[in-house]
């Protein structure tokens, strides 16, 4: 009874279809387990701490020593002859306090560098949440296009086949002749070409899905539609310059690097700082009766003079840093603005090719209909038939790889955008904090002062002012290339490497301490 009730069950089961998988499935379980994203989310704690660590000179210092000493010494009297010995023991204990009263604004000037440097390690996580999303989003297409493509290619095949027993049975008959067979038998082997290219294009494409996601994939439901697409690309180029996460962590890395130059000019700067020391040392003996108080404290003022040029070289070369980052801020934006401009030609193209390929496959069809009845009757050659299969198959592969194209590009319009994020596909589900970590850390920090010293110390920052960089010239007149020597095509192919060529002739290039050429 139990054996048979087991059966059942299992036939029940078996009966039951396994539940399609959607996107949101493949994006909900990537923003969960993906290593590449857990990666990020991890250096982005670790930049985190940066900001703890600049903010270290406001909190107050403390420190406790215990010392036990004992020391033998021989001496030669100056009154008796020989050596004389000296002994001491010794023991104490003290706490020592320091802390900062003014740092002449470098404090400050770190400590917004390092929030910088954060803000920056945000957008490069989002920026990395939109490109594993965005890789998820094409390997889910990309496994349905090639799914699409097999099945396309596998009845063409079967077509084919059926084709090709009808030619040599028409050829036997004396209706068809030789060429006929070998015109359907061609175009077969090259269909089961294509269909075996397809399959292993298949099988990538499940690797990839596997790789960002983290399972392999089973059956994949068509995708919704997404949201958050702008209505023109003019729109599209105001909130990339907006939103981009590419463009902002750009933008957070020269702000940084303008905190950088304020840092480092603020060296010039005195600084205060206060110290106390409260104890108990007997400085003869290890008897702890004997033990005598000892207070001490002071402040100190420290106002440099001469730093040996480095002062000045850091804050040059922290100049041309910020330099550096203006123009990597110039390079993104127009990086963002290519990838927005190629992803919406990449969407309206796919989109035009759907209407025009759905058009054609029903088109193709009814003509191959027609081919099919008219080659039965002998008024069409098989030649014609072959070519109506084929325009059926382009088109219908048109439309697959249309499909697929219009989707990832506004899934790559979106993620250079920043809104193909957790956070815009599903408002609802569960997300990660990348905020918690540093506001969790702060707030355990101990620093009774440090809020009043931040006031007192960022209003002395001195500038982050950074000249241009230097700019080329432009050429006068018309520039030109400079004229050839020798034709590259006149020349003989080059044969080997000119290996040993140069070996013991001796012939070497020097340079002296400086790095010139003699």
């Not at 701490?49 to 020391?71: F, N, W």
Request: one cysteine or more.
């Amino acid at each position: 009874m139990l054996r048979s009730a087991s059966l059942l069950a299992l036939c029940v089961l078996a009966a039951v279809p396994a539940r399609a998988e959607t996107l949101v499935d493949a994006i909900v379980d990537a923003y969960r387990t993906n290593p590449q994203l857990q990666a990020q989310r991890a250096e982005l704690r670790a930049l985190d701490e940066s900001v703890i660590q600049a903010g270290a000179p406001y909190r107050l210092g403390a420190d406790v020593s215990a010392t036990l000493g004992y020391s033998d010494r021989l001496q030669r009297s100056a009154i008796a002859d020989g050596f004389a010995r000296f002994e001491q023991r010794s023991m104490g204990a003290s706490v020592s306090l320091t802390q900062l009263l003014s740092s002449g604004g470098r404090t400050a000037a770190q400590v917004s560098a390092a929030e910088a440097d954060v803000l920056a390690g945000r957008e490069r996580l989002r920026n990395a949440e939109n490109q594993i999303l965005y890789t998820v989003v094409e390997a889910y297409m990309a496994v349905r296009r090639d799914e699409e493509l097999v099945d396309i290619q596998g009845r063409a095949v079967a077509s084919y086949d059926r084709q090709v027993a009808q030619t040599r049975a028409r050829e036997r008959e004396g209706d068809l002749t030789r060429t006929d067979i070998a015109q359907a038998e061609a175009q077969l082997l090259i269909i089961r070409a294509a269909l075996a290219q397809t399959q292993a294009s298949l099988e990538q494409s499940r690797s990839r899905f596997a790789a960002a996601v983290g399972r392999n994939p089973g059956h994949l439901e068509m995708p919704p539609t997404l949201a958050g697409l702008p209505p023109s690309v003019d729109a599209a180029y105001l909130r990339a310059g907006r939103e981009s996460p590419i463009l902002w962590q750009a933008i957070m890395i020269e702000r940084s690097s303008r905190h950088r130059i304020a840092a480092e000019r603020a060296e010039r700067n005195p600084s205060i700082s206060a110290q106390g020391n409260f104890g108990y040392v007997n400085p003869l003996g290890y008897q702890v009766r004997d033990l005598g108080r000892t207070v001490s404290g002071g402040i100190t003022v420290t106002v440099p003079i001469l730093t040996r040029g480095v002062v000045g070289s850091r804050v040059r070369a922290a100049i041309a840093d910020q330099q550096s980052a203006a123009f990597q801020v110039e390079d993104a934006r127009r990086t963002v603005d290519a990838g927005v401009l190629n992803a919406w030609n990449q969407s309206v193209t796919a989109h035009r090719q759907i209407d025009a390929g759905e058009a054609a496959v029903a088109a193709a069809r009814t003509a191959l209909d027609g081919v099919r009845r008219a080659f039965a009757e002998g008024f069409r050659s098989s030649f014609e038939l072959i070519d109506s299969e084929q325009r059926l198959l382009n088109a219908q592969v048109i439309v697959a790889n249309a499909r697929y194209g219009g989707y990832t590009g506004e899934a790559s319009l979106l993620a250079l955008l920043g809104r193909l994020d957790l956070a815009s596909l599903l408002p609802d589900a569960p997300r990660y904090d990348p905020t918690a970590g540093l506001r969790t850390h702060r707030a355990w920090q101990f620093g009774p002062f440090e809020p009043l010293l931040e006031v007192l110390d960022r209003p002395q920052m001195p500038s982050d002012h950074a000249r241009p960089a230097p700019a080329i010239a432009a050429p006068g007149g018309h520039a030109s290339l400079a004229p050839s020597q020798s034709g590259a095509s006149a020349s003989d192919l080059a044969r080997g490497l000119p290996l040993g060529t140069h070996a013991g002739s001796g012939a070497t290039v020097s340079t002296d301490i400086k790095g010139r050429r003699p």
